[in-house]
Structures are given as structure tokens and as C-alpha cells.
């Protein structure tokens, strides 16, 4: 329960303000917070017996025959990072309530950050890599979200589309690779796939897997030659790349490689593949955040530095360079958060983030600058802060690193890294608080209010005690992540400022010696790359996107044209093809030797019926109106059929969703022409007639070689003996659409709700456009009064009669889908009668808020099952006496039959609602135009 509820609460809080739009900016940031301040202490917790030894777990039946179950799970390095994405969190919203001016929306930006904290939450307790692949493709669209948050600049919706498509791309590879690492551990379960590591090296699939996951953890962590994107995401408000940089979407590709250490590291593959790249990541985004003037990209490059050297360290593939990365995690986390908010500051007070335009701010802003030096002081490694201990034991580990046959390799360009990165961290803190005194002028700096001077105290607080009491801070969570990462051994940690004089000692003297020096000579370099042309990034990548484009462009130029009648054809003349050919293939569809029932003179009639109203649609296809009543003929046709072959509930449905369908058609008549052109010559006419008749025989002939088969067992009887003994109701159709087969209802209902949206949106721009009043007649008596007066007093019966077939759906033909049909109806008379204007006006416009809820319900009730140890969308029923009226049955299907409904109605409502505006606008439009003809 304790790790459900983890997962869930950022979820609900997203939920809670996406929807509660109108709260207060001071509600608003209680909710996000109070959400991370929760889930935080619930960590706490839990924090002494998961690093005694004993993790939580949880486990939920999802899709077993997929091997994908809702497992969680709650180890020390799970432990280590919800931590950081929580609390990180947490000071974050405070923050941001100090950042974000009071115009701002700020319910969209928490809603958004909650989404985001939910998803890496997600990432980092998932036990079942299916399940860890959902969570991850929602941190590349929720940060797509937060990114392009200031969506009216166009350099925000760049980056975000960036960001996307560099994650998304490697998203896609790591979903192939989890797939293979299944496979070969013969388990989606991390707990199973971590115990095979033999199993899984041994593999003839091992190096496609490593390959393919470190596509996705590379990209993700922004790792060369897939960096260019991070940068670019800083045009996000500073709170969001405080969180990107420190405690998510950038740590997840680390916490990836951490996470799968056991089983994929220890490979000279794993080796050169993920220590070379971390490696030239680091001396890359080193180099660059030395000669960048921007605050955000200086930090954005060192956090690609940064991440260069976690990825280096798990590449080694030793448990000691192992403990380095974890440790420096936590060191990375607090300084670069500390850090970025320091810039927002800097900011928010300066209005600008140009480097060379400010600087001596510790004279006007000395807390932002005591808090600005001492957390770039933790990032050089300058002691006694926490940068310096990992720095050092980054510098051991890569003493001990062979590349390539060479002992010297590694350890030299570590140390340049390291060098380089005393430069621009030196950079920051110097040419920002020290020296002359310079700041635009229309600002006056000063130190910022306690929102957005707490979050960074606390930070660099955490960074100064990492330096001077590591192993009081951080010692037993260290020992025991490590041990998570390393195997089931914890390592012999030892984390102090002083460790002797030793090489890693001498190393690091020497990078803070040089990158003192380097930034001294900084000048002469910075003036000489500025009149060079270097390759730019973002460039490669804009130019390899519109390549990507204008091929895509040529490509539907040539398949897509525009035309129904070329999809259709093709569509069917592909269906005929694999149809004949299944049937070669097979020996043949022969008829079945079941015996034949004689047809009555009635199945004959309504057959010859079926066959001139569908013959008469095709003669007077351009008549449109006549072809929609022959349409509704077709549709009556069927439905008697269905009677006729017992299956009242589809019949009662074919007749609801005839009457909703011809009803919506006429009212999209009026957006076409009386008369439309002929579309087609007669050869071809004669070649889709011809198609059309090859299509209509084979079907007929296969459905005819099944029913004259004899019957044999299908899965029909298991819902005929268990709809209700086990779900409780007698309607077999009903229960095994909201039981059986709810998960497939659930797509179902997603889907609808997302085709009103579309067909809304599609809707649109004909609304705004005026329609002739000649292509739109109208009868002398539009809206006569015996039709209003009679429709509004059916009103009220016919919505009870929908409610009646809704409550008696579980056990009587019925059910949400055909009661929200006859709703529909009720209030398509209403328009019908009294016209658009006047029905409009009584109607609530709350379409869109039924979709949303109706989702929402059924999906709740799907999740309410996990409560109670089920499986999702299980049901229960039970029975109830009620004074007056006896036992009743009360089931939770119910709330999900009632969330179908819900999106039913919304869509059919929606599209009607649009539908309806057209010839409103038109007639507006008319009056007044009359209004102005008039002398």
C-alpha cells in the first residue's frame, strides 16, 4: 500500500489541479507540495528497514499472458533516487512560488510537474522492466510539457519538440531492448533478470540488448553525441530545469545503467561502450561550459559533464567506481539544484543571464552570493564540501582504468575534465559576485524573498554536509545503493575529506592549481574560438529534421491524395487479396456440413429489402438526402434481423445508434452542397463496382462456409456460465462488456472520447466560416409550437426511460453504451424541435468535463479493484435490502457502465453542439446583414 500510494499521490495531485483550475496560487502550491511533503515522509518511513536489508514490495496482477505486472519495489537504490525526486521536488514547488510571477498558470505548471514527479517516481520503483517502460515514455512527455511551458516563445516549443524527439527516439530502442532482456532472462521481473547475468552475457542477443539499452539511457542522460538537447531544454522556467538537472529526467538514463549493473556490466563491451562515452561527455561539456556567456547553459553543460562522469564510473565496472557514482549522484543533485536556482535568482533580479553584463553582485546580493559560490565551490571539488570527496574518488578509480592498452589515458583526461571543470565553475562564482560592479541598468538587484532563498539554503546546507560529515549524511544510504547496484554485498565505504597523500590526492591538487590557470587564460582562447565557425548541434539536428520532412512531404505526395475513394479501394482490394490468399493457402473455405434452416417468407422479404435499399443508396448517392433514409432503411433492416435471431441487446443498439447517426448526418448536410458533383468517370465507376461485388461475394461466401460448419466449443460458454456466478448478472452481452472484456471497453471509450475531441477540433474552422443561406433552406415553420411544447414534455420521460435501461443493463437487455444513445436522442428532439439557439441555450456546455469524467470513472473503478487484491476492472456484486422495495443487487460494474455513458453522451454532444453552430453563425450572420440592406 505504501509503495501504490507513492506512485499515485503525484498522479492525484496532477489530477486535483489540472481540474481545479480556479484555486489560488497559495492552494495551488499546497496541494503540489503537501503531494511531494507526503510521499517524502512516507520515504522516511520506510528508509530504516529498506537499508536494513529488507525492501518493500508490491505486486498487482496487470497482463500476465504479457508477462506485465504493476510490480513495485522499494530497494536502497529505489530508495536513493524517490528521495531526491521527492524531496527535490518539494523545494522546488517552494520555489517556484517565489519564481513564477502571479500571472503566470500556475495550476498548469504544478499539474505538470506532478505528472513528471509521478513518472520518475515510477522509473524508480518499477520491479517489471514492461512496467518501467511506461514510466519512462511519460517522463519524455510530461518534460515535453514542462519545456515547452512558456509556449507562446518559440524557442521553448523548439526545445520541447527537441527534447522529444531525442528521448522519444531513444525510448523507442529501449523498449526493443527490454523486450530482447526479457527474453533472454527468461523474466520481465528485475528481481529475476538481476540473478541472471550468465544467462543473459551468454546470449547470442547480449550485444544488440546493451546496444539498444544504451540508446535509451545515453539519450535520455544526454550523453554525446546525443547532448544537443539539453541545453535547448533551458528555455523551460528555471524551477523546471532545477528539477530536470538534479533529481529526474537526466538521472534516469543513470539510474538505468545503475539499475541493470548486474547483469549487463562486467563485459569488455559494457566497458568501452558506456566508460568511453561517459568519458568524452565529460571533457566535451567541460570544454564547452567553459566558453559559454548564457548562466543556464553554462550549468546545463556542466550537468552534461557531470552526467559524462556518472556514466564513466558505472562503465568501469568496478564496485568501488560504482560507489563513486552513487555518492556523486547525491553530490550533483544538491549543488546543481542549489546552483540553478541561484541563476533563477540572479534572473529574476538582473533580467539578463548574460554573464558579461553583470558581476560584483555580493555587494547588493549577498545571500544569493554566499549561496551561489559555495555550491559552485561544491561542483570544482574545492574542499570540505561533498564535490570534492566524489571528485577524488573519481580520480582513483580512473588511475586504475586501462583504455585502449593504455594506463595513462584515462587518468589524464579525467583529470583535464576535472581541471575544466574548476574553470567554469570558478567562472560562475567569480565573474558573477566578484569584481567590478555591473548589472543593467533598468533592474535593481537584491536579495530575493524567503520562497526562494529557503530552497537554496537547505541545498547547499546539504552539499557542506556531505563534505564534512559524508558518512553521519549519507554513509549507511551510499553503502547500501551500492550495494543494490553492486550485488548482495554491501562495499567497505569510507567516505572523508582526507584520505592521505596518494595519487587521486596529487590529481586533484592539479586540477584546482590548472583550472585556476585555465580560467586565467580563458580570455586570449574565448576571443580566438569566437572568429571560428564550429559545428553547431542544433543546427545538424534542424537541418536532419527538415530532411526528414521534405521526404515525408514527397512520400504522401504520392501515397496520400486526398481521395476516400483511393483509401477505401485500396483498403479492400487489400482485404481481398489476403483473403484469397488465406484461402489458397489453407485448401479453400468449403462449405460446412451443418444442416441448412429454411428461410420464412418474412427473412426473404426483409433479405430482398436489405438488398434495394442498399442498391438504392448507390443509385442515388447523389441525392444525399434520399440516400441517408435509405441508409436508416438498412440499418431497420438489420436491427429486425437481430430480433429476429434473438440478440434484443443488438437490436436495441443497431436502433439507437441508427436513429443518433441519421440525425447527425442531417445536420452535417447542411455544411454540403444540395447537389455534388460527380466524383467519378463511369470506367471508373465500373472498376470499384466491380471491386465492390468481389468484396460483397467473398464475404458472403465466408460467412456462409462458417455458419454451415459445425458449432464447436468457444469461449461463449464460459461467459454463459459464469456472467452470473461470477459477475452477478444475467445479460451475458452486458457483463462481458463491462467484466470480461472491460479493458477492451476501457480502449473502446478512450477511443470515442478522443474522436468527438478530434471531430470538435475538425469542426472548427467551419464554424467560423460562413455557409451560403441558399445551400441552407429552410421551411416556412421552422419550429412549430406543437412540436416544442411536445418534445419538452417527452423530455423528462424519455431520459427516464434511458435510466431504466441503464439500471436494468446487467440483467435485461440495456446497458450504459444504449442508454447514453436514447439521452442523445432525448436531446437531439430538444434541438430538433425548439431549434439550435433555444436548446443550446438550456443545455449545459459541459461535453468536454463528460468525457473527461467518464474516463476518468471507469478507470477509477478499474483501479478500485487493486484495492482489494484483484485484478484491474475485476468486479463485485452483492445484494441489499432496501424498506419498501426488497433485495437489490449492487454491483461495481455499475460505475463502470455509468463511465460509459458518461463519454457517449460527451461525444455525441459534442460533435451535435458543433454541428449545431454552423447554421446558428449563418443565421447571425444573415440578420445582421439584413439589418444593414435595410434603408
Known amino acids: 500500500m505504501v509503495l501504490t500510494t507513492l506512485v499515485l499521490l503525484p498522479f492525484v495531485a496532477a489530477m486535483i489541479l489540472g481540474l481545479w483550475t480556479q484555486a489560488g496560487r497559495v492552494v495551488q502550491m499546497m496541494i503540489a507540495g503537501g503531494a511531494s511533503a507526503v510521499g517524502f515522509g512516507l520515504l522516511l518511513v520506510a528508509a530504516p528497514a529498506v537499508l536494513a536489508g529488507m525492501p518493500l514490495t508490491a505486486h498487482l496482477t496487470w497482463v500476465p499472458a504479457l508477462g506485465l505486472d504493476a510490480s513495485l519495489w522499494l530497494d536502497p537504490l529505489g530508495l536513493s533516487f524517490a528521495g531526491l525526486i521527492l524531496g527535490i521536488g518539494l523545494l522546488v514547488v517552494v520555489y517556484a512560488h517565489g519564481y513564477l510571477a502571479k500571472g503566470e498558470a500556475t495550476g498548469r505548471f504544478l499539474?505538470?510537474?506532478?505528472?513528471?514527479?509521478?513518472?520518475?517516481?515510477?522509473?524508480?520503483?518499477?520491479?517489471?522492466?514492461?512496467?518501467?517502460?511506461?514510466?519512462?515514455?511519460?517522463?519524455?512527455?510530461?518534460?515535453?510539457?514542462?519545456?515547452?511551458?512558456?509556449?507562446?516563445?518559440?524557442?521553448?516549443?523548439?526545445?520541447?519538440?527537441?527534447?522529444?524527439?531525442?528521448?522519444?527516439?531513444?525510448?523507442?530502442?529501449?523498449?526493443?531492448?527490454?523486450?530482447?532482456?526479457?527474453?533472454?532472462?527468461?523474466?520481465?521481473?528485475?528481481?529475476?533478470?538481476?540473478?541472471?547475468?550468465?544467462?543473459?552475457?551468454?546470449?547470442?542477443?547480449?550485444?544488440?540488448?546493451?546496444?539498444?539499452?544504451?540508446?535509451?539511457?545515453?539519450?535520455?542522460?544526454?550523453?554525446?553525441?546525443?547532448?544537443?538537447?539539453?541545453?535547448?531544454?533551458?528555455?523551460?522556467?528555471?524551477?523546471?530545469?532545477?528539477?530536470?538537472?538534479?533529481?529526474?529526467?537526466?538521472?534516469?538514463?543513470?539510474?538505468?545503467?545503475?539499475?541493470?549493473?548486474?547483469?549487463?556490466?562486467?563485459?569488455?563491451?559494457?566497458?568501452?561502450?558506456?566508460?568511453?562515452?561517459?568519458?568524452?561527455?565529460?571533457?566535451?561539456?567541460?570544454?564547452?561550459?567553459?566558453?559559454?556567456?548564457?548562466?543556464?547553459?553554462?550549468?546545463?553543460?556542466?550537468?552534461?559533464?557531470?552526467?559524462?562522469?556518472?556514466?564513466m564510473l558505472l562503465g568501469f565496472g568496478t564496485p568501488a567506481a560504482a560507489t563513486a557514482a552513487v555518492f556523486h549522484i547525491l553530490n550533483h543533485a544538491a549543488f546543481k539544484a542549489a546552483l540553478f536556482m541561484n541563476a533563477g535568482i540572479v534572473d529574476h533580479e538582473t533580467r539578463t543571464r548574460d554573464i558579461r553584463r553583470v558581476g560584483g553582485l555580493a555587494a547588493l546580493m549577498p545571500i544569493t552570493a554566499t549561496l551561489g559560490t559555495l555550491a559552485a565551490a561544491s561542483m570544482a571539488g574545492l574542499p570540505p564540501l561533498g564535490g570534492f570527496i566524489s571528485k577524488e574518488m573519481m580520480l582513483d578509480q580512473s588511475a586504475h582504468a586501462v583504455l585502449a592498452g593504455q594506463s595513462w589515458l584515462v587518468p589524464i583526461l579525467a583529470t583535464l575534465a576535472a581541471v575544466l571543470s574548476v574553470a567554469y565553475s570558478l567562472r560562475y562564482a567569480i565573474g558573477l559576485f566578484f569584481g567590478q560592479t555591473r548589472y543593467p541598468e533598468a533592474s535593481t538587484p537584491h536579495d530575493p524573498g524567503i520562497t526562494m532563498l529557503v530552497p537554496s539554503i537547505i541545498l547547499v546546507m546539504v552539499a557542506i554536509a556531505l563534505g564534512l560529515?559524508?558518512?553521519?549524511?549519507?554513509?549507511?544510504?551510499?553503502?547500501?545503493?551500492?550495494?543494490?547496484?553492486?550485488?548482495?554485498?554491501?562495499?567497505?565505504?569510507?567516505?572523508?575529506?582526507?584520505?592521505?597523500?596518494?595519487?587521486?590526492?596529487?590529481?586533484?591538487?592539479?586540477?584546482?592549481?590548472?583550472?585556476?590557470?585555465?580560467?586565467?587564460?580563458?580570455?586570449?582562447?574565448?576571443?580566438?574560438?569566437?572568429?571560428?565557425?564550429?559545428?553547431?548541434?542544433?543546427?545538424?539536428?534542424?537541418?536532419?529534421?527538415?530532411?526528414?520532412?521534405?521526404?515525408?512531404?514527397?512520400?504522401?505526395?504520392?501515397?496520400?491524395?486526398?481521395?476516400?475513394?483511393?483509401?477505401?479501394?485500396?483498403?479492400?482490394?487489400?482485404?481481398?487479396?489476403?483473403?484469397?490468399?488465406?484461402?489458397?493457402?489453407?485448401?479453400?473455405?468449403?462449405?460446412?456440413?451443418?444442416?441448412?434452416?429454411?428461410?420464412?417468407?418474412?427473412?426473404?422479404?426483409?433479405?430482398?429489402?436489405?438488398?434495394?435499399?442498399?442498391?438504392?443508396?448507390?443509385?442515388?448517392?447523389?441525392?444525399?438526402?434520399?440516400?441517408?433514409?435509405?441508409?436508416?432503411?438498412?440499418?431497420?433492416?438489420?436491427?429486425?434481423?437481430f430480433v429476429h435471431l434473438s440478440a434484443p441487446d443488438l437490436a436495441l443498439t443497431q436502433i439507437a445508434v441508427e436513429v443518433v447517426t441519421i440525425l447527425l448526418m442531417l445536420l452535417a448536410l447542411n455544411m454540403l452542397p444540395r447537389s455534388p458533383p460527380t466524383l467519378s468517370s463511369i470506367p471508373r465507376r465500373a472498376r470499384d463496382a466491380l471491386l465492390g461485388m468481389v468484396a460483397g461475394v467473398g464475404t458472403g461466401w465466408l460467412a456462409w462456409a462458417v455458419m454451415t460448419r459445425p458449432a464447436v466449443a468457444t469461449v461463449s460458454a464460459f461467459h454463459w456460465a459464469n456472467s452470473y456466478a461470477g459477475a452477478g448478472g444475467r445479460n451475458v452481452v452486458n457483463v462481458t462488456l463491462v467484466d470480461f472484456r472491460a479493458f477492451d471497453t476501457l480502449g473502446?471509450?478512450?477511443?470515442?472520447?478522443?474522436?468527438?475531441?478530434?471531430?470538435?477540433?475538425?469542426?472548427?474552422?467551419?464554424?467560423?466560416?460562413?455557409?451560403?443561406?441558399?445551400?441552407?433552406?429552410?421551411?416556412?415553420?421552422?419550429?412549430?409550437?406543437?412540436?416544442?411544447?411536445?418534445?419538452?414534455?417527452?423530455?423528462?420521460?424519455?431520459?427516464?426511460?434511458?435510466?431504466?435501461?441503464?439500471?436494468?443493463?446487467?440483467?435485461?437487455?440495456?446497458?450504459?453504451?444504449?442508454?447514453?444513445?436514447?439521452?442523445?436522442?432525448?436531446?437531439?428532439?430538444?434541438?430538433?424541435?425548439?431549434?439550435?439557439?433555444?436548446?443550446?441555450?438550456?443545455?449545459?456546455?459541459?461535453?468536454?468535463?463528460?468525457?473527461?469524467?467518464?474516463?476518468?470513472?471507469?478507470?477509477?473503478?478499474?483501479?478500485?479493484?487493486?484495492?482489494?487484491?484483484?485484478?484491474?476492472?475485476?468486479?463485485?456484486?452483492?445484494?441489499?435490502?432496501?424498506?419498501?422495495?426488497?433485495?437489490?443487487?449492487?454491483?461495481?460494474?455499475?460505475?463502470?457502465?455509468?463511465?460509459?455513458?458518461?463519454?457517449?453522451?460527451?461525444?455525441?454532444?459534442?460533435?451535435?453542439?458543433?454541428l449545431s453552430h454552423i447554421p446558428q453563425r449563418d443565421a447571425r450572420i444573415g440578420a445582421v446583414s439584413d439589418e444593414r440592406a435595410i434603408p
Not at 857 to 883: E, I, K, M
Open 748 to 914: 473502446e471509450i478512450i477511443v470515442l472520447g478522443i474522436a468527438g475531441l478530434a471531430i470538435y477540433a475538425l469542426l472548427e474552422p467551419a464554424v467560423r466560416v460562413r455557409i451560403p443561406r441558399s445551400n441552407m433552406p429552410h421551411s416556412p415553420d421552422r419550429h412549430p409550437m406543437m412540436l416544442a411544447m411536445t418534445a419538452r414534455a417527452l423530455l423528462p420521460l424519455a431520459l427516464l426511460v434511458g435510466l431504466h435501461i441503464f439500471l436494468r443493463g446487467h440483467n435485461a437487455p440495456g446497458g450504459g453504451f444504449v442508454a447514453a444513445l436514447v439521452f442523445s436522442i432525448a436531446i437531439f428532439m430538444q434541438y430538433l424541435a425548439s431549434g439550435f439557439g433555444p436548446a443550446g441555450e438550456r443545455r449545459p456546455g459541459v461535453d468536454h468535463a463528460l468525457i473527461a469524467v467518464g474516463i476518468l470513472l471507469a478507470t477509477a473503478t478499474g483501479l478500485g479493484s487493486l484495492v482489494f487484491d484483484a485484478s484491474f476492472l475485476s468486479s463485485s456484486f452483492g445484494y441489499v435490502h432496501l424498506p419498501l422495495i426488497g433485495e437489490v443487487e449492487l454491483a461495481t460494474a455499475t460505475l463502470f457502465d455509468a463511465g460509459v455513458a458518461n463519454v457517449v453522451v460527451g461525444a455525441v454532444m459534442l460533435i451535435l453542439a458543433q
Open 469 to 641: 560529515i559524508p558518512m553521519t549524511i549519507a554513509g549507511p544510504l551510499v553503502a547500501a545503493a551500492s550495494g543494490a547496484v553492486i550485488g548482495s554485498f554491501s562495499p567497505d565505504l569510507h567516505l572523508a575529506l582526507w584520505h592521505g597523500f596518494n595519487p587521486a590526492f596529487g590529481l586533484s591538487v592539479v586540477a584546482i592549481v590548472g583550472g585556476a590557470f585555465v580560467l586565467w587564460r580563458r580570455g586570449p582562447v574565448a576571443n580566438w574560438l569566437a572568429t571560428r565557425s564550429a559545428p553547431d548541434a542544433k543546427r545538424m539536428f534542424d537541418a536532419a529534421m527538415r530532411s526528414a520532412l521534405d521526404r515525408t512531404r514527397r512520400l504522401i505526395a504520392v501515397v496520400h491524395a486526398a481521395s476516400l475513394q483511393r483509401y477505401l479501394f485500396v483498403l479492400i482490394a487489400v482485404a481481398i487479396g489476403l483473403g484469397i490468399g488465406a484461402s489458397l493457402t489453407s485448401g479453400g473455405v468449403d462449405t460446412g456440413s451443418r444442416p441448412r434452416i429454411p428461410a420464412s417468407a418474412v427473412a426473404i422479404i426483409a433479405w430482398l429489402g436489405l438488398i434495394a435499399a442498399t442498391a438504392a443508396v448507390v443509385v442515388v448517392q447523389r441525392h444525399r438526402y434520399l440516400a441517408l433514409l435509405f441508409l436508416g432503411v438498412v440499418g431497420l433492416v438489420i436491427a429486425l434481423a
Open 111 to 311: 499539474s505538470f510537474l506532478m505528472l513528471f514527479q509521478g513518472a520518475m517516481i515510477g522509473v524508480a520503483l518499477s520491479a517489471n522492466v514492461l512496467l518501467l517502460l511506461v514510466f519512462w515514455e511519460m517522463t519524455s512527455l510530461s518534460s515535453f510539457l514542462l519545456i515547452g511551458f512558456w509556449r507562446d516563445r518559440p524557442e521553448a516549443r523548439q526545445g520541447a519538440r527537441m527534447a522529444l524527439a531525442v528521448t522519444g527516439g531513444g525510448g523507442l530502442a529501449l523498449i526493443a531492448g527490454m523486450l530482447l532482456l526479457g527474453q533472454a532472462a527468461g523474466s520481465y521481473e528485475l528481481s529475476t533478470i538481476l540473478t541472471r547475468a550468465d544467462m543473459v552475457q551468454a546470449s547470442p542477443l547480449y550485444p544488440l540488448i546493451l546496444i539498444l539499452v544504451l540508446l535509451g539511457a545515453f539519450t535520455k542522460s544526454a550523453q554525446f553525441p546525443f547532448h544537443f538537447w539539453l541545453p535547448h531544454a533551458m528555455a523551460a522556467p528555471t524551477p523546471v530545469s532545477a528539477y530536470l538537472h538534479s533529481a529526474t529526467m537526466v538521472k534516469a538514463g543513470v539510474f538505468l545503467l545503475a539499475r541493470l549493473w548486474p547483469v549487463l556490466s562486467g563485459t569488455e563491451l559494457w566497458f568501452y561502450l558506456v566508460a568511453s562515452t561517459g568519458l568524452a561527455t565529460m571533457l566535451f561539456g567541460a570544454v564547452v561550459a567553459l566558453f559559454r556567456d548564457d548562466l543556464k547553459a553554462i550549468l546545463a553543460y556542466s550537468t552534461i559533464s557531470q552526467l559524462g562522469l556518472m556514466v
